[in-house]
């Protein structure tokens, strides 16, 4: 069963874009790449891809587009037949894709009419590895969306994308993978909307030291530090200036997938936050969309 292989970028328009851009290109640790028809691009320092945030500029804020790779042409041509068959309804057949690396895509909208595409075949960039201390992205890591169906959503996800489940907490939140990382997508229950977008730095340490550059540039810590059950990876959240949760995340959990069980921890107070530390800073409070994302079965921009 053809599978897309990764997160590829998450497209966004915001209303104050020169904050954004600001946000992402300076204060993050992106780096901008490109800039066209409207559309500004960043790429994270560590990784192939040659993008992962795009913004642009509009009186909402809303979801544009979440763009996932697939491995080669005769895949997106095969999992847009899967895709076709799930019964969602199409943006457009495989071609070439729009954007400044080029590749070969389709788009569709998902059951709760989130606008996504399937790409393969993008310019990769050359990347780096970073050097130690160095509290940037190595790459996108994972959304997590909310929706009024999430298991329905997430069946979906496995049926016509061909993700993998990794784990549930309780009957609550369910987390999915495309590739070894254990998850580059999880669901919640909710008004369809997008919860957060992770970004992968090295290690806790960096993590940590984002942390406080971000407190520096008066980013306001919105959950964490900590370290979550499922994927045991830690987190700090914090919102964008025109209010998209963003997180630094470290040493997500690697899946063997002869080998790997799905586990449904019991959903504690204390399941998301393991030492408890993001309980005693910022209280339990990780951020929730409470309406619905105002992108939805609109055709991106
Ligand atoms: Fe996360």
Redesign the pocket.
């Known amino acids: 069963m053809p599978s897309v292989t990764d997160l590829h970028y998450v497209s966004l328009a915001v209303p104050d874009l020169a904050a954004e851009r600001r946000f992402f290109g300076e204060t993050w640790g992106l780096i901008e790449v490109a800039e066209q028809d409207g559309k500004v691009y960043f790429a994270a320092e560590g990784m192939p891809h040659p993008y992962v945030i795009v913004l642009r500029e509009n009186e909402e804020r809303m979801t544009d587009l979440i763009g996932f790779s697939a491995e080669s042409r005769e895949d997106v041509d095969a999992l847009f037949e899967q895709v076709k068959a799930s019964g969602s309804k199409i943006i457009s057949e495989p071609g070439p894709a729009d954007g400044p690396a080029g590749g070969y895509a389709f788009r569709f909208f998902d059951p709760d009419g989130r606008a996504m595409e399937v790409i393969s075949d993008t310019t990769p960039r050359e990347f780096r590895e970073l050097d130690k201390g160095e509290a940037i992205p190595i790459g996108i890591?994972?959304?997590?969306f909310h929706s009024p169906d999430h298991k329905g959503l997430a069946n979906w996800f496995e049926n016509a994308l061909g993700f993998r489940l990794s784990d549930w907490i309780g009957e609550f939140m369910v987390f999915l993978r495309c590739n070894k990382a254990h998850?580059r997508l999880?669901i919640l229950p909710g008004p369809p909307a997008l919860?957060?977008i992770?970004f992968d730095v090295s290690s806790v340490d960096e993590m940590m030291r984002g942390l406080a550059r971000m407190h520096r540039n008066d980013v306001e810590l919105s959950w964490g530090p900590g370290r979550?059950t499922a994927?045991n990876?830690t987190?700090s959240?914090f919102l964008t200036p025109n209010g998209n949760a963003v997180?630094y995340?470290s040493d997500l959990e690697e899946v063997d997938e002869e080998t790997w069980e799905v586990t449904h921890y019991e959903a504690t107070p204390d399941i998301t936050d393991q030492w408890g530390t993001g309980r005693i800073i910022t209280g339990n409070v990780p951020h929730a969309e409470m309406s619905p994302d105002k992108a939805l079965w609109q055709v991106p921009a």
Do not use: L
Not at 141 to 144: A, C, L, R, W, Y
């Open positions: 890591s994972h959304v997590v998850h999880a919860n957060h992770a979550h994927g990876n987190f959240y997180e995340t």
